[in-house]
């Protein structure tokens, strides 16, 4: 008799998005009159760069021609490609990151999810509280769980880390060694960044008890200050402990084109074995590579012009963040974030719920935000902006926020 996957069944409710999308077309379908303004989910409005454009037009006439046309993709993504990550990502800031190590993917979120695939089922895993769902949803889903406590909600093999004000959202090191820990910075959801000497003391401890940090640095390009590293490599030792994701998405407004790498380095040994093999094993088997066209676009991101182009883009998010900050904190909002990530990260007034929080901003000041509690227990009580909204629109919600308490 056929069987499912059972685990999938131990997932919470419904992935937080669909409820949140829920809600608001309900809103929508019972005040067509309204005009609400999404600042919830983190996907980017601006259009692709015109060097961006120019190089995707070029890539598809190659496509048409039988001298420059592209079949497959080499498994772990084109040369072209792979030398300029490691060149300008790597090299450029001192990391020995060779391309070899780098694997093109169509994003961060697949590989996040399916890292998990090539380590034990019986691995412990740490992640902060609050954080990005896939990490927990994706170790669900293959079982790695334990026995679930219905008291705290968690399940035995899922360590959760505390992020709070207390400690500038910045997990401590667990006392019962995880076998595999998820880290983000810059942070989704509370845009908290590490400086140098703390990320180098988890990759100390990582070391030192034979973990793993699986690093997702999807928002790195958005750390503005001196001291944060953009990449895990930039602390020593970390080539022999940890894994990094990267994404175009956030980086070159990706989100539609699809485009991404993970970081596996040679020197990364679990029980004696080059982790490296098994991930090149995965890749080869169950991926078809990210399109021809697609990574050209992604090698015209290290370009002169490309930069430059995307530098502004990105200043232009940010200057978003300074506006739902600036206005937040001047209307008495106690707010984080913001300054290293496009993520505003604020209390919500009065103890309210973040769901009683997401209801009256829904349908008194017509905003969508995402509620702090979706993220992970510690996130209750909190409220998640992002700066990746029109400039109008982000500015009109500030103003209706301000003028609810
Ligand atoms: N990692 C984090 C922390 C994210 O917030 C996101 C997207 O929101 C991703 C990964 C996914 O990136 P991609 O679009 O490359 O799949």
Redesign the pocket.
């Known amino acids: 008799m056929t069987t499912i996957n059972r685990n999938y069944q131990k997932l919470p409710g419904s992935y937080l998005f669909s409820t949140i999308g829920r809600k608001v077309r309900a809103y929508e379908s019972a005040h067509p009159e309204k005009r609400v303004i999404r600042l919830g989910i ?2 980017v409005t601006q259009p692709l760069a015109p060097k961006i454009l120019e190089t995707l037009h070029k890539a598809v006439e190659e496509m048409g021609d039988a001298e420059t046309f592209k079949g497959y993709a080499p498994d772990l993504g084109y040369e072209f490609l792979r030398n300029a990550i490691a060149e300008n990502d790597y090299a450029a800031r001192g990391c020995g990151i060779s391309a070899n190590e780098i694997f093109v993917s ?7 999810g399916n890292i998990q695939e090539i380590f034990g089922p019986e691995n412990v895993i740490a992640v902060c509280d609050p954080v ?1 769902p ?1 990490y927990v949803d994706s170790n669900v889903m293959a079982g790695r769980t334990g026995s679930f406590d219905p008291a705290s909600q968690m399940f035995e093999k899922v360590v959760y880390m505390p992020c709070t004000k207390e400690n500038g959202f910045l997990p401590e090191l667990p006392e019962t060694v995880p076998d595999l820990i998820y880290l ?1 910075f810059p ?3 509370t845009g908290a960044a590490i400086k140098k000497e703390g990320l180098q003391k988890w990759v100390d401890y990582a070391n030192e008890h034979g973990s793993v940090i699986l690093y ?1 640095s ?2 790195e390009a958005y750390i503005s200050e001196e001291g944060v590293p953009h990449s895990i490599y930039e602390c020593e030792g970390a080539e022999t402990c940890a894994i990094e ?1 990267r ?4 980086t070159a407004g ?2 539609g084109l ?3 790498y993970t970081v596996v380095p040679e020197a990364l040994t679990v029980e004696g074995v080059r982790v490296w093999e098994l991930w090149a094993r995965r890749h080869g088997t169950k991926y078809n590579g990210a399109p021809y066209i697609v990574q050209r676009a992604g090698e015209a991101v290290y370009s002169g012009e490309g930069r430059r182009q995307i530098r502004t883009q990105i200043a232009w998010y940010m200057e978003n963040a300074r506006i739902i900050a600036d206005g937040l904190s001047a209307a008495g909002y106690e707010v984080y974030g913001g300054v290293n990530a496009p993520y505003i990260w604020l209390r919500t007034p009065g103890m309210m719920t973040s769901w009683e929080f997401f209801d009256e901003l829904l349908e008194t000041a017509n905003v969508v935000g995402t509620p702090g509690s979706g993220f992970g227990p510690h996130g209750e009580h909190y409220f998640r902006l992002t700066a990746f909204g029109r400039r109008e629109d982000t500015v009109e919600a500030i103003a209706r926020i301000r003028k609810l308490h």
Do not use: H, I, Q
């Open positions: 983190g996907d169509d994003g961060a979120k697949c590989d996040c990005y896939v983000c942070n989704n959801p997702d999807a928002y994701f994404s175009f998405s956030k990706f989100t699809r485009l991404g």
